[in-house]
């Protein structure tokens, strides 16, 4: 049993260690999708070595249970459409969140009714730590999926804010409650107030907020995760989750400073709840797509600015296509990427990836805007709190301070759009409305389609 135990715990650190390894791969495109087979390696190797522990049981159902998850992840990851991934990412993390309320709920319970059972205080508070963090990243999870999928609009109520801490504070009173009685009733409460509150957390929040508010999720999902650690006392899942949990909040963190916001001012500021702004005076102006694509002939600099357009319209193939059609006569070509772009993490990053465009040509906000006051023409695909103005210009816009890409500051503007109404935040753009700028409209695929075949008429 002791030699099984060593190996165990040496099995633990190696997935631990291949975490790392994995986690550090993922920050760089180049080496990214190799990170990913380490760290899946990481979650092999922990799971292998958990069949070691002695006294095991239900191991049948356990194989099954994996199966089935496996089979489902499997056909999950290969048919989802890469417009739904922010939706997927969103349902997977809140799946983690909710595992480890479960586990807390598996191991809290055994107290009850059992006064002989001992735990030390610090563990069993650890646990319902994770309990409730887990809990909140669950339902809160499964309403940002909704949200993402516009199938449930931003909900507002008098004293919301108040409602909310009550819940909070509620579910901490009931865990301490049920440390002192260990009552089956009192943790049930303290499980159903916890998610209520992760609900409550989640449908206020703005859509143009998802990217942080899922990332934010993430990070309490490896908080759970690690709390759930110490109360089984596997360092596995302690490592492991002290590393999604650090990673997590240190994105959340840095796209927050992005949107120049404070997370609690995402949480609590019911952004997109009032348009706000001042009012823009002139109209915008179309031009045909055939005349913009003729008008590329005669230009020597091209910044693609793709947004949540180009990927609900599943263009960045098009994209990429126009953009080398474009090289090979001499342009030079660049994509500009802001840091919340689309509606998770990367989002842009990922789609253009899948096109293939090489990562020379994807360029960072900071790295790029010193650029634009010698860009010919800037196209914006979809995008539009990114390229604001009004976040440098407009005090009562509720996006003012916001770091913005300077599409503003090119020479041309064409911006592909598919209507006239607003943007996912619900903010007016201003950029619309400048001499600038011309208003492309059509669905981005279609626009780019048809771009690439009038500049090949014209070769």
Known sequence: MHNYSLIIQIAYYAAA????????????????????????????????????????????????????????????????????????????????????????????????????????????ALGLGGALIGAISFTGSIFAFLKLRDWLDNIWFPMQQI????????????????????????????????????????????????????????????????????LLNNIALIIAGTIVGSAGTLLTLLMAKAMNRSVSNILFSKFGAAKGGTKVEGEMKALDIDDAAINLNYVSSVVFVPGYGMAVAQ???????????LISRGVDVKFAIHPVAGRMPGHMNVLLAEAGVPYDYIYDMDDINPDFDSTDVAIILGANDVVNPSARTDKNSPIYGMPIINADHARQIYCIKRGKGLGYSGVVNTLFFD?????????????????????????
């Open 315 to 325: 263009a960045q193939q098009k994209v990429w296509e126009l953009a080398q059609l």
């Open 163 to 230: 409602v909310n801490l009550l819940f909070l504070f509620g579910s901490i009173a009931l865990g301490i409650a049920f440390v002192i009685t260990h009552s089956w009733v009192l943790f049930t409460l303290f499980f159903i107030a916890s998610a209520i509150f992760g609900i409550l957390m989640t449908i206020p929040i703005g859509g143009a907020d998802m990217p942080v508010v899922i990332s934010l999720y993430n990070a309490f999902t490896g908080l759970a995760v690690a709390c759930e650690g110490f």
């Open 435 to 459: 001499e600038k700028t011309k208003m492309v409209y059509g669905d981005a695929k279609s626009v780019m389609n048809r771009m690439i075949q009038v500049l090949k008429e014209n070769e």
């Open 17 to 124: 260690v291949l975490f790392i390894f994995g986690l550090k791969r993922m920050g760089s495109p180049k080496t990214a999708a190799n990170g990913i087979y380490w760290a899946g390696l990481g979650v092999l190797v922990a799971i292998i070595a958990t069949f070691l522990f002695p006294g095991i049981h239900n191991i049948a159902l356990i194989l099954v249970a994996i199966a089935i998850s496996s089979i489902i992840a499997w056909w999950s990851g290969r048919v989802v459409a890469l417009t739904a991934m922010p939706e997927m990412i969103a349902m997977f993390n809140g799946m983690g969140g909710g595992a480890a309320a479960a586990i807390a709920a598996v191991e809290l319970l055994r107290l009850v009714g059992h006064p002989t059972l001992q735990m030390p205080i610090s563990v069993e």
